[in-house]
Structure formats: C-alpha cells, structure tokens
C-alpha cells in the first residue's frame, strides 16, 4: 500500500514529463500568425500585438512551476518559435485572396482565441486544484 509522499512523488513525475509552457506556446505561436498577418509599420494595434508578443516570450517562464528549463535555452526556442509563425503569418497573407478565400484571414485570430480560453482554463486549474496539505 502506497503512502501519501509516495502517491504525491508519482503525481509529481507525472506532471514534470508533460512539458513546460506548452499551452503558452500555442498561444504564442497563433499571437505570432496574426502579427504576421496583420502587421503594419504605421498601425498601432500592430505596435500593441508585438509589445503583446515579448511579453508571451518571457512572462510564461515566471508561472509556478515544479521543475524549470534553462531561461537562455528556453527563451531562445519560443524566440525560434515566435519568428517562424511570423513568417507564416506573412506568407499567409499573401496567400488570402489567390489561393485561399479571403474569409480566411479571420483564421488564426479565430485559433487564437480559441487556445488562449484554453489556456487560461488550463492555468487557472493549475492555479485552484486541489492539493494535500503538507
């Protein structure tokens, strides 16, 4: 028969393999699309969607967490991440109209919504559940 400590250890291991950040990621990575498809050097919606974007770079990395990455290793694949949606985000663009719909270009703000309620779900249960008292 498993004690507590034992059973709370398995949970932990548990939790630790499912990764860190991946619903952020996600969130990032559509963030990043729709700045991409949206982008505009004199709008101010695109200035407020990059400050937006930094800040999903680094802030995710601060969220309660049990066993953390590296911050140089960690920043650098969301940096790698954010600049491949971008450029997908701008082809994408040049895609709208030629070959695909142009009612498409609600796409990835429809994804992006779409996984950011995910995610705060996700964060907020985190947050909320349920834990033995130490």
Known sequence: MKTLAQISSVQMEATNEKGFAIDTTFVLFFLAVELGRSFSFHALDSVLTAITLLALLVLPYFLPSDEKPGFANWLLGRTLIAVFAVSLGVMFRQTLGVVLPE???????????????????????????????K
């Open 103 to 133: 009612t498409f270009r609600f796409l990835p703000m429809t994804l992006l919504i779409g996984t950011a309620m995910i995610s705060c779900y996700i964060q907020f249960y985190g947050f909320l559940k349920f834990r033995l008292a």
